[in-house]
């Protein structure tokens, strides 16, 4: 009986934390597009654009309020294979890195590989204190042209 209970508790956790959409791409006009949201409309977004560099957009109603456009702010993200950090600049109700030069083309590439390999992964933003939590079922497929390497 204990197993069971275990094994239900298990399960219930398991799909209480990723309650995001399964990754979905798109095409549109060459630029390339690869992302998930969840209930809360908090969406990932990585984009290939047809000129300039690759981007990794995080958008969320929360920021619209609370996050002035052009301040700069450290994402952390927890995936299966680790824990990776970035600084992404507010814009819209976005944070959007850019992947400008070598470094963040590198940094990046591993993000788009540790989430493609992982079930589920985390984002936090520290000093907010904001926090998504999303599927990465799907992502492998959708992220392909990000892992080729936005080319």
Not at 40 to 52: E, Y
Not at 71 to 78: A, I, N, P, Q
Request: aromatic share 10%.
């Amino acid at each position: 009986m204990k197993f069971g209970l275990a094994l239900a508790l298990l399960l219930v956790s398991t799909a209480a934390y990723a309650q995001s959409d399964p990754w979905d791409s798109l095409e549109n006009k060459g630029a390339r597009y690869a992302g998930t949201k969840d209930a809360m409309q908090n969406a990932v977004i990585f984009v290939c654009p047809v000129t300039g560099a690759p981007k990794l957009i995080i958008r969320s109603q929360q920021f619209r309020v609370s996050v002035p456009d052009d301040h700069r702010y450290t994402l952390s993200f927890v995936t299966d294979h680790g824990r990776s950090e970035l600084t992404a600049t507010a814009k819209d109700a976005e944070l959007n890195f850019e992947a400008d030069d070598l470094n963040a083309q590198v940094t990046f590439q591993r993000l788009a590989e540790d989430i493609a390999a992982s079930q589920s992964f985390q984002v936090y933003m520290s000093p907010f204190g904001w926090k998504g939590k999303f599927t990465a079922e799907g992502a492998a497929e959708a992220l392909k042209p990000m892992l080729a390497g936005c080319r």
